[in-house]
């Protein structure tokens, strides 16, 4: 199908900007189609473009498709060494783009029916230029099912080999982003198993994630998190079941009585069609906390930078998620690296099923990756973004590198396995499937949307060869998952010097060799100085007990180390409140197995003992 054609009276009437990259496109571009690699980009908005700048300033390549409407954006994108192509005769221009070498082509312009267009053209030009085996990815922005449509329909003329077309709403990969960013046990409150989530505001990307976890969280303890939905919610909005629909809090108070009504949530996201909606109930949320001196949990807010700027709350515990500059690099569009992870997971059933006497084709979830419909695909992504989660759940993190894998106890194996056949019943029950005695994809009835203890063994065997396997796929992929070594730091009279910081990477490097194949996790209280030196100088991961509000805490500190402080809240494995009068030691121990102390102070743990003055090292091993 051919491109939508521009208004034949603007039709490049750029002739100054033109002229001006004339003088440098007849070089520029034939250098960057013969290194190949180069991303192909269509759009002038503020996500084109701030991947244009991303992808240049990472020292990458870049054609820009320019469209004459937007002269100046061609010559920016020019000026900051992209090579331009003019949209204007779509069908001729295309040979121009190197499809033949190209890592991607990204179609980002804000018509959803330009762009699928634009994609046919761009498809129909890979298969007749680019060799097989190194597949051109085409993603367009379309979030309307018809536009996905379309772009399914042209994609199946053109070998897999050669090209792949993804469809990519923001919305969706915003609610990726947060399942794997804010696993759940990244904050708790002390005292409190409930996992509850408020998501404010009634968005499509809060739905979308809401539909993830109701999919894919699910604990060893049984216990699944319960999603409280505040807004206006559109009449047809897919609620998963189980979750609750509330108005939206009015201020400060109306949320205290959310509060009141469902517990204190470990997680708050925020998503309103209005900026200064979602500004007014991130005010309220955190001085909510603030005022009554409590632990506040993460509070997930989707604002643009530029839409915040003089409103943004100073508030450790707020963050943004979900905006067009976390999206400006193009693996996140791409998602290369977590499509490869569901890859193998889905070659790994594939094998199973062939081994079983299957074979390719028979069924729609029997496919070879590449001509696997999307929502199989993207039952394969779920399975890969919970590795993670359940890792964590067993008290494990994965590490970028190879090392000596963490075993499952046997007690341990079979938790896992039930919890995986719980992520996978939940998944198909939000999916429209139905407990059939036969199986039928086409009616999505399945024999064994069941629970575990009724399964037949060889279907338990199975869930319990996916949990195997999660550990194998993760070392295929470079990836090592190893149990955690928790480290309490111990506070004392003594505070950290020079010295006992300097001490810091001695005592790191003597873990390291006991503890080769644990991922230590430095455990320390905000409220206390000397702790808080410590976990600001340790690199690795740590976890931080904040007893009261946090906000608080950092407004009495000089203005370096509260930002310091904040800094140490953001990249936190996991945060702990405590309400006070709580005993934060109690807290800080729990699940310690080591301890990190200055000076002669007391400890029931083994103790890592570093020397006030001299700043010496001394092991409980040594």
């Not at 960057?32 to 992808?55: C, N, P």
């Not at 065997?461 to 480290?487: F, H, K, N, T, Y």
């Not at 006991?514 to 209280?525: A, F």
């Not at 740590?542 to 805490?553: I, S």
């Amino acid at each position: 199908m051919a491109a939508h054609a521009p208004d034949a009276g603007r039709s490049w009437r750029w002739p100054a900007t033109r002229a001006w990259l004339a003088l440098r496109a007849p070089l520029r571009l034939p250098l960057i189609r013969q290194r190949g690699d180069h991303l192909v980009v269509v759009g002038s908005g503020m996500l084109a473009r701030l991947i244009v700048r991303a992808e240049l300033a990472a020292g990458g390549s870049v054609v820009l498709w320019a469209d004459p409407a937007d002269p100046a954006w061609a010559r920016a994108a020019a000026g900051a060494g992209a090579a331009v192509v003019p949209l204007d005769d779509a069908e001729h221009t295309v040979t121009r783009l190197g499809l033949d070498r190209a890592r991607a082509v990204l179609l980002l312009s804000d018509d959803d029916d330009r762009d699928i267009d634009l994609a046919g053209l761009v498809l129909a030009q890979a298969a007749r230029s680019r060799p097989a085996g190194d597949p051109l990815a085409v993603i367009a922005g379309a979030s309307g099912e018809p536009a996905r449509e379309r772009l399914r329909a042209l994609a199946a003329d053109v070998p897999r080999a050669i090209a792949s077309a993804r469809a990519i709403a923001l919305d969706d990969l915003a609610a990726r982003q947060v399942f794997i960013d804010h696993p759940l046990d990244r904050f708790r409150h002390h005292g409190r198993k409930e996992r509850v989530v408020f998501l404010l505001g009634g968005s499509a990307a809060l739905l979308r994630y809401a539909r993830r976890m109701a999919a894919g969280g699910h604990f060893r303890d049984g216990a699944r998190p319960r999603l409280i939905f505040a807004g206006p919610l559109d009449g047809q909005a897919d609620v998963p079941p189980g979750a609750l629909v509330e108005p939206l809090p009015d201020g400060a108070e109306g949320f205290a009585q959310l509060v009141a009504r469902h517990g204190d949530p470990v997680l708050v996201g925020i998503d309103c069609a209005k900026a200064s909606d979602a500004m007014a109930l991130a005010h309220a949320v955190t001085e909510h906390y603030r005022a009554a001196d409590r632990p506040a949990p993460p509070v997930l807010a989707r604002v643009a930078e530029a839409e915040a700027e003089g409103q943004w709350p100073d508030s450790a515990m707020l963050r943004r998620f979900g905006t067009l500059e976390q999206f400006a690099r193009p693996d996140m569009l791409l998602q290369e690296r977590h499509d490869a992870l569901a890859r193998s997971i889905h070659e790994f059933y594939l094998e199973g099923r062939l081994t079983d006497g299957e074979r390719i084709g028979s069924r729609a979830s029997l496919e070879e990756w590449d001509d696997l419909p999307e929502s199989f695909r993207d039952d394969n992504r779920l399975v890969a973004d919970c590795y993670e989660l359940k890792l964590r759940d067993l008290g494990a993190r994965v590490i970028e590198a190879a090392g000596t894998p963490l075993q499952l106890a046997p007690g341990e194996l079979e938790d896992m396995a039930r919890a995986e056949h719980e992520r996978w019943m939940a998944a198909k029950l939000a999916d429209g499937w139905f407990y059939a005695a036969t199986r039928d994809d086409d009616r999505r009835l399945h024999p064994d949307i069941v629970p575990y203890d009724a399964l037949h063994d060889r279907i338990k065997d199975l869930d319990r060869e996916q949990v195997r396997v999660m550990l194998r796929l993760l070392a295929r992929s470079g990836r090592c998952p190893q149990r955690a070594l928790l480290i309490a730091i111990e506070p004392g009279a003594d505070p950290a010097t020079t010295s006992t910081l300097a001490a810091m990477e001695q005592v790191i490097a003597a873990i390291q060799v006991h503890y080769p194949d644990r991922v230590p996790i430095l455990s320390g209280r905000l409220d206390d100085a000397g702790s808080r030196a410590l976990l600001m100088a340790w690199p690795g991961a740590v976890r931080v007990v904040v007893t009261g509000n946090a906000d608080r805490l950092l407004s009495v500190m000089p203005a370096d180390e509260a930002q310091a402080a904040h800094a140490l809240l953001l990249r936190a494995d996991s945060v702990i409140g405590v309400d006070p009068p709580g005993d934060p030691l109690t807290v800080l121990r729990a699940g310690a197995e080591l301890a990190i102390v200055i000076g002669a102070a007391q400890t029931p743990l083994p103790a890592v003992r570093i020397e006030a003055r001299s700043g010496k090292v001394s092991t409980p091993w040594s």
